[in-house]
């Protein structure tokens, strides 16, 4: 996947937050739901987007999907990028 592509699949808030969630532990999406205040639809729709893209996996557990990344570069990334726009920058003039 190229670079720009995987930008453009992260590129709304609820993806991010769930890239995020994924990075702490793997999450069922009743999880992912009560963590992010989503709907379930959103959510599993969005979750749809990552898998489509080979950025999270689901494993069946009985009746549930657990939900985890599949590449632990991209939890580095999102991690990184929402650090760096957590961090207090100097206005430019």
Known sequence: MAAAELFKVLS????LGIVVELARAERR??????????????VSQH???LRAAHLVRGDR????VVYALADEHVAHIVLDAVQ???E????AT
């Open 47 to 49: 979750l749809r987007h």
């Open 29 to 42: 999406v009743q999880e992912l739901v009560d963590a992010l205040g989503a709907s379930q639809p959103l």
């Open 84 to 86: 760096h726009a957590a």
């Open 61 to 64: 557990q009985g009746r549930e």
């Open 12 to 15: 709304t808030p609820l993806r």
């Open 88 to 91: 207090d920058r100097p206005v």
